[in-house]
């Protein structure tokens, strides 16, 4: 055994330094994520455009840039346990740090653009956390362990330089997402790297053996050096160590071996997670994990062990996926592009709108072959030559000028885009700094169309499926350096919101067959971020939803396309107004076989979604009767208050272009759907256009109707809130359908949920909805009888007039549950424990009705992020009428808090408890930790306006410390049955007030 030799003062000095830094005072850690451990001058932090030498003992905080010279080296612990050794000649940035020490639970991500970096994993990446460093080849994820992150390697030993490596040293799992919108890859045992070869779009990667890599150079690169001190003033000697008791707890210990559990698990490396497996989502070029299986511990052993034997060295990686199809071998053939247009009204107007519609522009082309007959380029018409690949995969070039009516023929960047049986995609850019917030061009053509039966089979002929559709990264908002998950937000918001988008929770592009094929196919998209906290918060939602046609109306062409809608409300800042997001979803289209196509390969595996409607010839595909909430608006527009605008009125109008892929095919039946109807409550802060805020709730048990209709695979209801402090001069209340409304469901013998109890009955429309299972739905606005917009949305005057929703005008109301996109960190965040209450449901809820309450005179109105809580209510005749109960949960909701300049509004979460006595029909429930606040008070049953049950009473309170009980307001909830017993959990709604604050909300709990 190598005798490795240990210095004392080498000793003292790391572990005094150690102890220094984390004792000390709260004051100075308050921002702090971490603090230097081992430093080599000269290394530098960039703070807020300030530069500065650190030595041992610094901080480090968010959105620290580190900067090693070329004797630099520093070493950096943070506060979960991980650790970054940081070489010479580096750059490193801390992009994102979020952690809670009770669960071992947050984030980290870090922009490594120049030399190396070793990670050493703390807490966050043993616990399934998101781990993440960018680099200029790809974006890497890491679970448990070691990893070495090299820039500048040595060569391969078969001569070959790769430009960049990342090695897993040990640990569970390396992950890659490489720039360019390649496959996903994967390591899953130590001593395996990714080497890249190349930059740009047409880097390469190759999973090798790290023992065919020089490690040499990079661990001298990575050690410090003699004769350095790390900026300390006071060296200790020998003599100094010799004297503390650090030896003891150190360095006299015995030998400890740490032995990592053996995993079975060869190295793999290839496309999308099979059906079983936990998989990567990859919207955007940032990968974000989501990881079920946890780590184990780690084996320690007091003796080493010299003599093991080595293990059997792992099978190679599988050989790679065949080549695609070779092209059609004719010559010529019909690009069809896709740009952005003058929208009406704004001729002139500057080109900020970053609008991909389908805005066509026809060329006919030719390929363009070698002596050898290898197609080289794609000449169009008007002498644009374009570059070529057969291989699948992401190309960038660059266009010296260009005939195809775009950026007035100046210079531009493009990305090419190949995917399965031979669909080619062409993306453009102008050339400057911000081209992608001033034109936009999508051209290409689709290879194969998709046959009609692969969406609409013959009876018998299949079982009905759930696909699911990756969507690639955004090459528009890529160029321009905004990584957001959320694809149909406007870019000029993600702009804004940057990196807090990053660990958004989203979904990828499900489409859904009804169960008998009745109706259409649906599909769903959604994402959710609630970044921060009070004041500090900002929050965005995204939902797509819409359905899948067989046929372009009013034509004889048969083809698939989707088509749908986009909504979804955001705040870019707790004090400026809630902003609606409205407009259609379409397909771009592109010619194959002369004909117009949206929908490519032989099984629809690739999609195009744009923005805008469907197409008939080279006119947009206007609003028709029987699809009535088809947006005529081309592209997606944003709605926001006359208060508080965020975007200029030319930035308003908006969009992008998305590629899709076929990942997965699962049967209908392996989900868990329930055919049901389930009441409950709802709550909103209403934001008015001037400003004002006014929380509205249910107040009674059935205000809140959700209904899921499996065999049509649809999913419909209706929210219902009161102003119940009487705040509005106006409004008493709001009524907003969704989806296929309600329908009377009594009698039916097959419904899950009471029946007996009247609902309120609004008429919907399909397409507005899609239902994947009971986890898995979501609906828009619901409207009827060939009128475009809402009919059924309204608000009820305090003098007890209806005002319906402006005729032809959308509300952009959605509806979510919370399993779609759940918020973990939101009640991490606030220690706050979320009710698993697996029997009831909870979600989110948003609308911008446009209503006429006196002649002439209209109004709008928003809710951003809403909640509700519905269950299966217990009915009067079923409540227990003996024992008592404890119930625990969670309360979520909304704030509109006073501040020096105007109103902040946030979303804020606090457990709840309630103890009732069902023999005297009477309780106490109490909030606590709401916003900083604990409020409670008794209540009791309250006659129900029908079957089901009821109760209700005040609450008072105050902040957390009781002092000041200034707080009052209101509770209604109902109890709710459960797999196991009647009133197995309680539902509800709240409001209560100080001076300067409001709030109202849900909650959910069970025994």
């Excluded at 939101?826 to 009705?849: D, H, I, P, R």
């Amino acid at each position: 055994m190598m005798a490795h030799t240990f210095s004392p003062r080498r000793a003292f000095l790391a572990a005094t330094a150690l102890a220094t830094i984390f004792a000390a005072a709260p004051s100075l850690a308050q921002d702090r994520i971490g603090v230097t451990t081992a430093v080599n001058q000269s290394t530098d932090v960039e703070r807020t455009a300030v530069r500065k030498t650190v030595v041992i003992g610094d901080n480090i905080l968010f959105r620290d840039r580190v900067i090693t010279s070329n004797d630099g080296l520093a070493q950096i612990m943070f506060v979960d346990g991980s650790a970054f050794t940081i070489a010479s000649n580096s750059r490193v940035v801390i992009d994102e740090f979020v952690y809670n020490p009770s669960t071992g639970s947050g984030s980290l991500a870090a922009e490594v653009t120049q030399g190396a970096l070793r990670f050493v994993g703390g807490k966050l990446s043993k616990t399934g956390s998101q781990v993440r460093f960018g680099t200029p080849v790809g974006t890497l994820g890491v679970r448990g362990g070691i990893v070495n992150i090299d820039l500048e390697p040595s060569c391969l030993d078969d001569g070959r330089c790769p430009s960049a490596t990342a090695s897993l040293v040990f640990g569970d799992e390396l992950l890659l997402n490489p720039d360019g919108g390649g496959p996903s890859r994967r390591i899953y045992q130590k001593g395996y790297s990714f080497a890249f070869f190349g930059t740009g779009a047409g880097v390469t990667v190759e999973t090798v053996p790290t023992s065919r890599l020089d490690q040499s150079r990079l661990q001298s690169r990575l050690s410090g050096r003699p004769g350095r001190n790390g900026g300390a003033t006071v060296i200790p000697t020998n003599e100094d160590v010799v004297a503390s008791l650090i030896p003891d707890a150190n360095s006299n210990l015995a030998p400890v071996t740490v032995l990592p559990r053996p995993r079975p698990e060869i190295v793999r490396s290839g496309f999308a997670p099979e059906e079983n497996e936990v998989g990567i989502p990859t919207v955007t070029n940032q990968i974000e994990t989501t990881i079920v299986e946890q780590a184990t511990s780690d084996v320690i052993r007091d003796d080493a062990i010299n003599n093991a034997e080595p293990p059997p060295p792992p099978p190679p990686p599988p050989p790679p996926p065949p080549p695609p199809p070779p092209p059609p071998p004719e010559n010529d053939f019909t690009m069809r592009s896709a740009r952005t247009p003058v929208v009406p009204g704004q001729e002139g107007a500057a080109a900020a709108l970053t609008l991909l519609v389908n805005d066509p522009v026809r060329q006919e082309a030719s390929y363009v072959r070698n002596e050898e007959g290898e197609i080289v380029r794609i000449r169009t018409e008007s002498g644009t030559s374009l570059p070529y690949t057969e291989a699948e995969g992401d190309r960038r070039f660059r266009l010296p000028s260009n005939t195809l009516g775009f950026n007035n023929g100046d210079p531009s960047n493009g990305l090419l885009i190949r995917r399965a049986d031979g669909f080619v995609l062409y993306y453009l850019q102008p050339a400057t700094p911000n081209g992608a917030f001033e034109q936009v061009m999508f051209t290409g053509y689709g290879g194969v169309a998709t046959p009609l039966d692969v969406f609409f089979p013959e009876a018998g002929e299949r079982d009905p499926l759930v696909r699911t559709y990756r969507i690639d990264s955004n090459p528009q908002w890529r160029r321009q350096d905004l990584n957001s998950q959320l694809p149909l937000l406007n870019p000029l918001v993600a702009r804004e919101f940057g990196r807090s988008l990053l660990s958004a929770s989203t979904t990828d592009l499900l489409i859904v067959d009804a169960n008998d094929f009745s109706a259409q196919p649906g599909f769903l998209q959604a994402g959710l971020v609630i970044r921060g906290s009070g004041f500090d918060q900002r929050s965005v939602l995204s939902l797509g939803v819409g359905f899948v046609s067989s046929t372009f109306e009013d034509t004889d062409d048969a083809g698939v396309f989707a088509i749908g809608s986009r909504r979804g409300t955001y705040r870019v800042s707790s004090d400026y107004g809630a902003a609606a997001m409205t407009g259609a979803i379409s397909n771009a289209d592109f010619i194959v076989d002369g004909k117009p196509r949206t929908i490519y390969g032989a099984n629809g595996e690739t999609i195009v979604i744009g923005t805008g409607a469907a197409q008939n010839g080279d006119q947009v595909y206007a609003d028709d009767a029987v699809q009535p909430l088809r947006d005529p608006t081309v592209g997606f527009v944003d709605v926001q208050p006359s208060s508080g605008g965020f975007l200029g009125d030319n930035e308003l109008t908006s969009g992008t272009g998305l590629l899709a892929n076929l990942v997965r095919e699962t049967p209908v039946t392996a989900f868990d759907r329930v055919v049901g109807q389930f009441e409950g409550f709802a709550a909103g802060m209403m934001e008015t256009d001037n400003g004002r805020a006014v929380p509205m709730r249910s107040v009674e048990t059935g205000q809140f109707v959700l209904q899921t209709l499996v065999q049509r695979s649809g999913v419909g209801g209706v929210v219902i809130v009161e102003d119940s402090q009487n705040l509005d001069d106006t409004v008493a209340a709001l009524q907003v359908p969704f989806g296929l409304g309600t329908i009377d469901l009594s009698g039916r013998s097959d419904i899950t949920g009471q029946t007996e109890a009247a609902v309120p009955i609004v008429r919907g429309s399909t397409t507005t909805e899609t239902y994947v299972d009971h986890d898995t739905y979501a609906a828009i606005e619901a409207g009827y009888n060939n009128r475009p917009g809402s009919p059924d949305t309204k608000i009820t005057t305090d003098a007890g007039t209806s005002a319906p929703q402006v005729a032809g005008t959308s509300p952009a109301t959605y509806m979510i549950p919370s399993t779609l996109v759940p918020q973990k960190e939101l009640f991490e965040s606030a220690g706050v424990t979320e009710c698993e209450c697996k029997f009831l449901e909870w979600g989110w809820w948003g609308t911008q009705t446009e209503t006429e309450v006196a002649d002439g005179e209209t109004r709008r109105d928003f809710v951003h992020l809403g909640t509700w809580a519905a269950g299966d209510v217990t009915r009067q005749v079923d409540m227990p009428t003996s024992g008592s109960a404890t119930f625990n949960g969670h309360a979520v909701g909304n704030v509109a808090a006073a501040t020096e300049t105007g109103t902040a509004h946030y979303v804020a979460v606090g457990q709840v408890k309630m103890d009732f006595d069902f023999g005297e029909r009477a309780g106490n429930i109490q909030f606590n930790n709401f916003d900083g606040r604990n409020f409670g008070g008794a209540v009791g049953m309250q006659d129900a306006p029908s079957a089901l049950n009821q109760f209700g009473g005040r609450v008072s309170g105050g902040d957390t410390s009781g002092e000041f009980p200034s707080l009052t307001g209101n509770v209604t909830g109902a109890f709710v049955d459960g797999p196991r017993t009647h009133a197995q959990g309680v539902i509800g709604s709240f409001d209560a007030s100080e001076r300067g604050w409001r709030a109202n909300g849900t909650f959910v709990g069970q025994r």
